[in-house]
Structure formats: structure tokens, C-alpha cells
């Protein structure tokens, strides 16, 4: 086998297992994330980290202010829907979720430490909202 064909094959080879590895940074991203305030988990985001970025979320009611202050939270529900349309840009995450009601909203998950985060609705009519914090579940 001459060097050209040789170099083509790694190449090849190598192209195919970066593709299989998903976007680059992918991967910090992966597990289960847990949102909760006053003792209930209200949210938890699971993230699979693969040739596509996929995963499901599920939360309960959330109750803010126009600036993003929880209120009030209810219990996650039981029901997982997708989340759609995922970029990786550095530590942050975006993408969007349907929810039973099937209302679409926009997220960022914006990564604060090696298990820590912060997940925050992405609203154009509200673009001050705070995020929450966000903790990644061991196992």
C-alpha cells in the first residue's frame, strides 16, 4: 500500500471517529442534571452525549417573577419530553423543549463548576430572566 493510500485510510478513519464522538465539548454536558428549591426537585434534564446530542427533560410548575426569582415550585412530573434543536457554544448548551401543553421554550444550560450549572429560560420578551442552579446527579 503506497504512503498516499495509507494517509487517506488514517484519515478516513480519523474523520469517522470525530463524527461518532459528537461535537466537540459535547460531552461535559452528559448525565442527569437536577434542579430544586425549598426541599422539592422541580426540573431534571437528562443529557446523552453521543454522534448527536439528544435528551429529555421534565419538570414540574414554576412559578417567577419578571425577573426570574422562583416563587414557587411543584414537583417534577412524570412525563419526559425530548429536547430539540441542542448547540454546544463553550460551557454553554442551548436548545428547546416541548412541554405537555405543547408550549416550546428556549434554554441555556451555562456550566458554573464540574457538576454544577445554571439553567435559564431563554425569553425574548423577557431577556433579564435569572437562571436557576442546577446540580449533576451522581451515578
Known sequence: MSAHVR????????????AWAGPPGSEKFAGTWVAKAKGTT?????????????GTMKAGSVHMDDHGELLDVGPAVEDENPIFFV?????????????TDDDVMSFELVL???NA?????VDKDHPDL???AVKRAKG
Open 130 to 132: 435569572k437562571g436557576f
Open 42 to 54: 422541580f426540573l431534571v434534564l437528562k443529557i446523552n452525549a453521543g454522534q448527536k446530542i439528544s
Open 117 to 121: 450549572g445554571e439553567l435559564r429560560i
Open 7 to 18: 494517509l487517506v485510510a488514517v484519515w478516513l478513519i480519523a474523520a469517522g471517529l470525530l
Open 112 to 114: 458554573t463548576g464540574d
Open 87 to 99: 448547540e454546544v457554544e463553550g460551557d454553554k448548551l442551548k436548545f428547546n423543549f416541548q412541554d
